[in-house]
T-cell receptor
Framework: AQSVTQLDSHVSVSEGTPVLLRCNYS??????LFWYVQHPNKGLQLLLK??????LVKGINGFEAEFKKSETSFHLTKPSAHMSDAAEYFC???????????????FGTGTQLKVEL | DAGVTQSPTHLIKTRGQQVTLRCSPI?????VSWYQQVLGQGPQFIFQ???????GRGNFPDRFSARQFPNYSSELNVNALLLGDSALYLC????????????FGPGTRLTVL
């Protein structure tokens, strides 16, 4: 079964400094990986997705992630944090092996990003 | 374009009652998935439907059921509610469901007293 591990439950940065949110994955084949963001009392918004086309994936709001097969990692980065980036971030793997032919998303436990002035 | 919509936004029920949650997918999307997000945790997969057929089921008891209608909207039903069913229930839609990106609605917050 596919799984992801988010290495930090909380990350705190100052506004204008770089952001690094870490994620490792476990997969028996080449996975589809995603980062979603959830602002308080809101649904999940897709930040970016990796589907084997390119190892460096650019997303919305200046975020990007790099797929490293040798390290089984998919870390999320942003060069300069903004106050509006404060939210919970989920690393997600897609499992297409459901019996009925569908796919399910398996979420990590989330990383709460705090941005301070 | 309208995104995924869910109703109601909030719901309060008592133990033992039954609840129905509704979801309308993005126009053109034929697959709907349901997830449960307990406070402080990541969402957990409940069901996926495509063209009215169940394509996958997560590790949830039979008290949870769902269906998809010809217009691709979906309902999630939970019977005999327990306190532990209190959660944010998220609906996601995708084009066909197999390996497509899933787009989430704002969720329904269910509180069981």
């Amino acid at each position: 079964a596919q799984s992801v591990t988010q290495l930090d439950s909380h990350v705190s940065v100052s506004e204008g400094t770089p952001v690094l949110l870490r994620c490792n994955y476990s997969s028996s084949y080449s996975p589809s990986l995603f980062w979603y963001v959830q602002h308080p009392n809101k649904g999940l918004q897709l930040l970016l997705k990796y589907t084997s086309a390119a190892t460096l994936v650019k997303g919305i709001n200046g975020f990007e992630a790099e797929f490293k097969k040798s390290e089984t990692s998919f870390h999320l980065t942003k060069p300069s944090a903004h106050m509006s980036d404060a939210a919970e971030y989920f690393c997600v793997v897609s499992d297409v092996g459901l019996t009925g032919g569908g796919n399910k998303l398996t979420f990590g436990t989330g990383t709460q990003l705090k941005v301070e002035l | 374009d309208a995104g995924v919509t869910q109703s109601p936004t909030h719901l309060i029920k008592t133990r033992g009652q039954q609840v129905t949650l509704r979801c309308s997918p993005i126009s053109g999307h034929k697959s709907v998935s349901w997830y449960q997000q307990v406070l402080g945790q990541g969402p957990q997969f409940i069901f996926q439907y495509y063209e009215k057929e169940e394509r996958g089921r997560g590790n949830f008891p039979d008290r949870f059921s769902a269906r998809q209608f010809p217009n691709y909207s979906s309902e999630l039903n939970v019977n005999a509610l327990l306190l532990g069913d209190s959660a944010l229930y998220l609906c996601a839609s995708s084009l066909q469901g197999a390996a497509d990106t899933q787009y989430f609605g704002p969720g329904t917050r269910l509180t069981v007293l």
